[in-house]
C-alpha cells in the first residue's frame, strides 16, 4: 500500500508571497495518478491538479504541479487570500494528510 | 455541469447501518464511463476512499472496509448508494459522493457537498 506524506503540515505565509507545497510517496507512482485538492472549512475538496501537472477546468494559472516518481509539488506563484486552505494530495485511491496553508 | 447530492440519515445508532444515497443532476450518470465514489471525512482528519461503482454495477472497496460495505447503483433514478453495516463511533464523519475518472483513480470531482453521519445512541 502506498502511503503519501505532506510537507509542511502547516505553511504560514503572506498574501503575495510564493506557496511550495510537497507530496512523497512510499514507492515511485505513475504521474497520471497524481493529483491535489484544495478544501475550505465546512467546503467539499475541489479539485485543483490533475495528472500532476494539467490544471482543472477553472483553476487560476497561479496553481501549477510537477514532479514525478515519488516527489510531487504544489505551488501557488502569489497568494490570495481565498487560497489559504487545507491542501491535499491524491494517488489513487490514497490521500496524503493535508497542509494546512494559513495566513502569516 | 453534474452536480452531486448527498442524502440519508444524519444520526445512526451503533451496530446499526448507515445508508447513503447519492443523487446525479446536470448529466446522465451512464454517460462518459465514470466511476462514482463514497469518500469520508472524521471531524478534523483527512479523507478516506470507502469504495466506487461503475454503472454496469462492478464495485471495487477499501480493503479495511470491504466487510462492512456495500455500494449499489440506480441508473433509473440517476443515483448510486452506499451502505456501511455494523457501525461503530468510528464511523462518525463526514461523507462525500464524487465522481472518479475513467480509468478510475486518477481523480474525483465535482464532490458533492457531504453530509455529517454521527454513530451514537
Known amino acids: 500500500e502506498i502511503v503519501l506524506t505532506q510537507s509542511p503540515g502547516t505553511l504560514s505565509l503572506s498574501p503575495g508571497e510564493r506557496a511550495t507545497l510537497s507530496c512523497r510517496a512510499s514507492?515511485?507512482?505513475?504521474?497520471?495518478?497524481l493529483a491535489w485538492y484544495q478544501q475550505k472549512p465546512g467546503q467539499a475538496p475541489r479539485l485543483l491538479i490533475y495528472?500532476?501537472?494539467s490544471r482543472a477546468t477553472g483553476i487560476p494559472d497561479r496553481f501549477s504541479g510537477s514532479g514525478s516518481g515519488t516527489d510531487f509539488t504544489l505551488t501557488i506563484s502569489r497568494l490570495e487570500p481565498e487560497d489559504f486552505a487545507v491542501y491535499y494530495c491524491?494517488?489513487?485511491?490514497?490521500f496524503g494528510q493535508g497542509t494546512k496553508l494559513e495566513i502569516k | 455541469q453534474v452536480q452531486l447530492q448527498e442524502s440519508g440519515p444524519g444520526l445512526v445508532k451503533p451496530s446499526q447501518t448507515l445508508s447513503l444515497t447519492c443523487t446525479v443532476s446536470?448529466?446522465?450518470?451512464?454517460?462518459?464511463?465514470?466511476?462514482w465514489s463514497w469518500i469520508r471525512q472524521p471531524a478534523g482528519k483527512g479523507l478516506e476512499w470507502i469504495g466506487r461503482?461503475?454503472?454496469?454495477?462492478?464495485?471495487n472497496y477499501n480493503p479495511s472496509l470491504k466487510s462492512r460495505v456495500t455500494i449499489s447503483v440506480d441508473t433509473s433514478k440517476n443515483q448510486f448508494s452506499l451502505k456501511l453495516s455494523s457501525v461503530t463511533a468510528a464511523d462518525t464523519a463526514v461523507y462525500y459522493c464524487?465522481?472518479?475518472?475513467?480509468?478510475?483513480?486518477?481523480?474525483?470531482?465535482?464532490w458533492g457537498q457531504g453530509t455529517l453521519v454521527t454513530v451514537s445512541s
Open positions: 491524491q494517488q489513487s485511491e490514497t
Open positions: 514507492q515511485s507512482v505513475s504521474s497520471s495518478y
Open positions: 446536470g448529466g446522465s450518470i451512464s454517460s462518459g464511463s465514470y466511476y
Open positions: 461503482i461503475y454503472t454496469s454495477g462492478s464495485t
Open positions: 495528472g500532476a501537472s
Open positions: 464524487a465522481r472518479d475518472s475513467s480509468p478510475p483513480g486518477f481523480w474525483f470531482d465535482p
